[in-house]
Nanobody, 123 residues
């Protein structure tokens, strides 16, 4: 079983940037597709972005396309989410997760989840 720990969240103003990190332990991440999801208070968990094990394939939701970039460093067992031009509607707890196979946006396809990191964007 892989353990995931997210970090990098915080309180920022609209238009600012943040970079989230997700560090894995217990297993190498190289065999997994990785995803970022978010969940705002009172709402369902929402797909943000995913990246294949090699990094060659990425997939982002329309709501973050052009602003957020997912990347990974398998040597460091770490996945990143670079978030630029943040908006108040990006406020949520952000989670990383693992899956086997192709990049996808459905939460039920992901097996292991971190505890999340809070991102709050003020207007």
């Amino acid at each position: 079983q892989v353990q995931l720990v997210e970090s990098g969240g915080g309180l920022v103003q609209a238009g600012d940037s943040l970079r989230l990190s997700c560090v894995a332990s217990g297993r190498t991440l190289i065999m997994y597709t990785m995803g970022w999801f978010r969940q705002a208070s009172g709402k369902e968990r929402e797909f943000v972005a995913a990246i294949s094990w090699s990094g060659d394939s990425t997939y982002s939701s329309d709501s973050v396309k052009g602003r957020f970039t997912i990347s990974r460093d398998n040597a460091k067992n770490t996945v990143y989410l670079q978030m630029n031009s943040l908006k108040p509607e990006d406020t949520a707890v952000y989670y990383c997760a693992t899956k086997i196979g192709r990049v996808a946006g459905r939460p039920y396809e992901y097996a292991s989840w971190g505890q999340g990191t809070q991102v709050t964007v003020s207007s």
